[in-house]
């Protein structure tokens, strides 16, 4: 198991957003989280790239990193959960003064301190692979929503993550552009990337997930396989939402 996580809670205050999370994913799956906003998908999600500190909870990693939200965490072993994932963001989160791929190799260069010809060399070629090759000397401004977004997956791979986190990737994108950043992270998914993916695009979910997972009120309700929990949910409230989105 790449990652097991037992009893994940965090509280913002008095208000408890996750609540008693169990989850475990594989090396080389796809992991789908869907819910209704204020569920908890994103502060899962910023658990797992260290951006929120859980209240209690353990992530057991394969490689034997464990963390115990209980106990005090070392700034070594948060480091490491850090540098495990590279998160892609709902509103891309590029730096506006720096070129497509000046905001790629900024992570690799100042953050990690590699070597800067090399960096520039695997940026380009991200880049490339996201389908930019022609466009990574323009600036933030002068790319399309689904293009700023790709470059928002090229910069998340270029540290070279073991886990890629997606938080709703589309959803600040026109219709029309939907599909070309879906293209990416469907790619990725072939390729064998371990991912874990919170989304409302159910059809995009039911094509790359391994697992979906359905949270509401800061719990998992449900989770299973793609078919069963998209086409034939047990739980009432994974039924109501369904039918709510479609
Ligand atoms: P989702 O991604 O499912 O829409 P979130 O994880 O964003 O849900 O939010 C879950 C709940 O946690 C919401 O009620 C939200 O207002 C609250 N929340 C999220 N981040 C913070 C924060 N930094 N401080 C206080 N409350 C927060």
Redesign the pocket.
Same mark, same amino acid.
């Given at each position: 198991m790449f990652l097991s996580i037992k009893g994940l809670a965090k509280a913002?205050g008095e208000?408890e +957003?996750l609540k008693d999370i169990d989850v475990s994913l594989e090396k080389g799956k796809v992991l789908s989280i869907i &819910?209704p906003? &204020?569920? &908890?998908?994103?502060?899962l999600l910023r658990c797992l790239n260290a951006l929120e500190q859980p209240s209690r909870g353990v992530f057991s990693f394969e490689d034997g990193l464990v963390l115990d939200f209980e106990k005090k965490i070392s700034k070594q072993d948060w480091l490491r959960l850090r540098r495990k994932s590279g998160m892609v963001f709902q509103s891309y989160n590029l730096f506006p003064h720096k070129t497509a791929l000046e905001n790629v190799t900024e992570g690799p260069i100042i953050v990690q301190k590699r070597d800067k010809t090399e960096v520039q060399e695997m940026a380009e070629r991200l880049l490339d692979k996201v389908g930019l090759k022609d466009k990574m000397h323009l600036y933030p401004h002068q790319l399309s929503g689904g293009q700023q977004q790709r470059v928002g997956i090229a910069r998340a791979l270029a540290i070279e993550p073991e886990l890629m986190l997606f938080d709703e990737p589309t959803s600040a994108l026109d219709p029309e552009l939907i599909g070309e950043v879906l293209g990416v992270i469907k790619d990725l998914a072939n390729e064998g990337w371990t991912m874990v993916i +919170?989304t409302h695009e159910l059809h995009f979910a039911e094509q790359v997930s391994d697992e979906v997972v359905f949270?509401d009120g800061g719990y998992i309700v449900e989770k299973g396989v793609p078919e069963k929990v998209l086409k034939s949910p047990q739980e009432k409230r994974t039924q109501q939402f369904l039918q709510r989105i479609l």
């Open positions: 913002f208000l +957003v &819910g906003s &204020g569920s &908890g998908k994103t502060t +919170v949270m």
